[in-house]
């Protein structure tokens, strides 16, 4: 397949590499001005990708999106033009609130969401390593995105495990409720995530999960309290090490996901009158760090 990479950092050049491993076409659209960008995953030998070539949008059969949450609608609307009716847009990345609008500005593009656990790091421009094996999963948006899925076979066999999920709203509403717990706090506390797992910060989490488990309800989402938390617990004791990515982000001073995470909840819970007092206070910690960048 043609398959260009939007948005190639550490997960898109993990997928980069895996999937012309397997024999795909693959081009990346970064940020960068070069028509070519050279690639060491791990200590395999460096790969040579086009960037930028305009045909690779023309041409494209599957867009994967691994921008960050906020870049998506604005990145796909500015390449519009050049991407083709039939082309299967992918979107991957932390957060919820992106698929609706891209369905709704893409209305003859299958629209496909994944989410992934695979671990990944960049740590130059020349660089990536895997860092962790993961899982990734997939689900159509769309009518069209729901009739791809053979596009598990295709990606299952470049980097595994992928698996189709019919019910990928739940898996994104899990993973979006274990990223409103974790990321804020880590970003707030500048501390790894196994931090979390301390009594302080559980008193902290527990009120948090509760908001979202509600919320998670109201939208038709079988969950439950116990069920929820030992879901986040469980990621914070296997990812102890990781330094999450809005902690990153805030180390970097670099704008957050939080508008697409725990903004995302505050937004669906007001549609169901729900108050999310715990989650708002997060929310807006993170407004004023990010605030504070543009004042200083
Ligand atoms: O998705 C993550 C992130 O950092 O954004 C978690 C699961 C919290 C791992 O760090």
Redesign the pocket.
């Known amino acids: 397949m043609n398959i260009t990479i939007l948005g190639p950092g550490a997960i898109g050049s993990l997928w980069a590499h895996k999937l012309a491993n397997a024999g795909h076409n693959v081009s990346l659209w970064g940020r960068d001005s070069s028509e070519t960008l050279r690639l060491q995953l791990d200590d395999t030998s460096p790969q040579t990708f086009a960037n930028r070539d305009p045909n690779s949008l023309v041409d494209c059969d599957l867009l994967l999106v691994t921008l960050k949450a906020w870049q998506v609608l604005p990145a796909l609307e500015s390449l519009k033009s050049q991407i083709n009716q039939d082309t299967i847009l992918v979107l991957m990345h932390?957060g919820m609130g992106t698929a609706q609008p891209v369905c709704d500005h893409f209305a003859s593009n299958p629209v496909v969401i994944a989410t992934t656990t695979h671990g990944a790091f960049k740590p130059n421009k020349y660089q990536v390593q895997h860092t962790g094996q993961g899982m990734t999963q997939l689900g159509g948006m769309n009518k069209a995105g729901q009739q791809c899925h053979f596009l598990q076979a295709v990606l299952d066999h470049a980097l595994p495990e992928v698996r189709w999920n019919d019910n990928i709203q739940a898996v994104l509403w899990n993973k979006l409720a274990?990223?409103c717990a974790?990321?804020p706090l880590t970003a707030i506390e500048q501390c790894q995530?196994g931090e979390l797992a301390r009594p302080p910060f559980q008193a902290i989490i527990e009120p948090i999960v509760l908001e979202i488990v509600k919320v998670m309800q109201a939208e038709g989402i079988a969950t439950d309290f116990q069920t929820l938390l030992a879901t986040v617990n469980q990621?914070i004791s296997h990812?102890a090490t990781?330094f999450?990515?809005?902690r990153q982000d805030v180390y970097h001073q670099r704008k957050t996901e939080i508008d697409f995470i725990n903004g995302y909840l505050i937004s669906v819970a007001k549609q169901h009158h729900l108050a999310t007092p715990e989650n708002s206070k997060l929310y807006q910690a993170i407004k004023q760090i990010e605030q504070g960048w543009i004042t200083s």
């Open positions: 932390n274990v990223n974790i990321n995530n990621v990812t990781n999450s990515s809005m």
